[in-house]
């Protein structure tokens, strides 16, 4: 397994480190990505339970605050959503349910627990229709999909009923525990097929581990608010594709440039997202490394 970047405290080290005490944490969605690292990382040092459907049913009110009264958690982390981003436009009803109206019962729920509430949105909410520089979190969002409109109203309750909200806008997101572009690429062209990959969407890859690693780091603040949680640095999917590739130790030539004009996807995705870790910086509180950096960790992760 390769090391942690320079000057990069490994997630375990941080969760042993929140005050010397251990803390119950619900985490839902555990069956995601996000989730089953979340739950990887942090069952090390803490009391943690999660959940993920068919046990909890996050769309339902009474549910989710019978399980929270229950467990009494210190922090609720959710880690669900609809993320199909073509399948939200022909599933509005259920992309609001799960995106915003599930959001605010979690978050009415972790009120009154008083717990701390981690919700996690997406860097579609804005349109993407300049090229610089990054989003920063006092632009102004615009999204132009069903989802990016969903998970904007989802922001928006997790911090208008939760006075203990952190949300955190995420960019681009890979790793292990399903399918991620990342992977995809490299088993492409590890098996000697091409792959077209669009050169004109620019965003910031934006690896798991570090996304943990931040979460973690923000339990031992005060920290609450929206803020951008993003890999360091912009890069169009291409590069995103070659890099790996290249640091795979495989053929570059066999990722071929193209333009999103030769896709058709039902919902638009913004041409350029890259977003700035401003909050994050400018109090000091951020871990996020430069994409390529974390890009190395992920593919030499074992």
């Known amino acids: 397994m390769k090391p942690p970047g320079e000057g990069q ?5 941080i969760t ?17 990505k996000l989730g089953q690292r ?11 339970l999660g ?16 399980q929270i009264l229950q467990f009494q958690p210190d922090i609720l982390i959710n880690a669900a959503a609809h993320t199909a981003v073509d399948r939200c436009e022909d599933e509005a009803d259920l992309a609001y349910q799960i995106n915003a109206l599930a959001v ?15 919700h996690f949105s997406t860097d579609f909410v804005f349109d993407g229709e300049r090229q610089g520089p990054p989003y920063i979190e006092y632009d102004t969002p615009n999204p132009q999909s069903v989802y990016g409109r969903s998970k904007l109203m989802g922001e928006r309750e997790a911090l208008f009923n939760c006075t203990r909200s952190i949300v955190l806008r995420l960019s681009w997101l890979y790793g292990s525990g399903g399918w991620n572009f990342t992977d995809w690429v490299i088993g492409e062209v590890r098996e000697n097929r ?8 620019l965003g910031c890859p934006t690896w798991i581990g570090d996304v943990v690693n931040q979460v973690i780091h923000l339990f031992s603040t005060s920290a609450q608010g929206l803020y951008h949680c993003a890999g360091k640095g912009c ?13 795979a130790g495989l053929d570059t030539s066999l990722v071929k440039p193209v333009t999103s004009t030769e896709f058709k996807q039902k919902a638009p995705r913004p041409t350029y997202s890259a ?21 190395k960790d992920h593919i030499f992760e074992e």
């Open 275 to 295: 977003m700035r870790n401003f909050c994050l910086e400018k109090q000091g509180l951020e871990v996020m490394r430069p994409w390529q950096d974390a890009l």
């Open 9 to 13: 405290q490994n997630a375990l080290e």
């Open 51 to 66: 959940f993920d459907l068919p046990e909890l049913d996050i769309c339902n009110l009474q549910d989710v605050i019978k």
């Open 235 to 247: 890069c169009s999917r291409y590069d995103w594709a070659c890099e790996a590739v290249k640091c």
């Open 194 to 201: 091409p792959v077209r990959i669009v050169t004109d969407q």
């Open 104 to 118: 605010r019962n979690l978050a009415v729920a972790a009120e009154s627990n008083r717990a701390r509430f981690i």
């Open 38 to 48: 979340l739950i990887r990382v942090l069952s090390y040092s803490h009391d943690l």
């Open 16 to 32: 042993t480190n929140w005050n010397g005490r251990p803390m119950k944490i619900i985490v839902t969605g555990s069956k995601g």
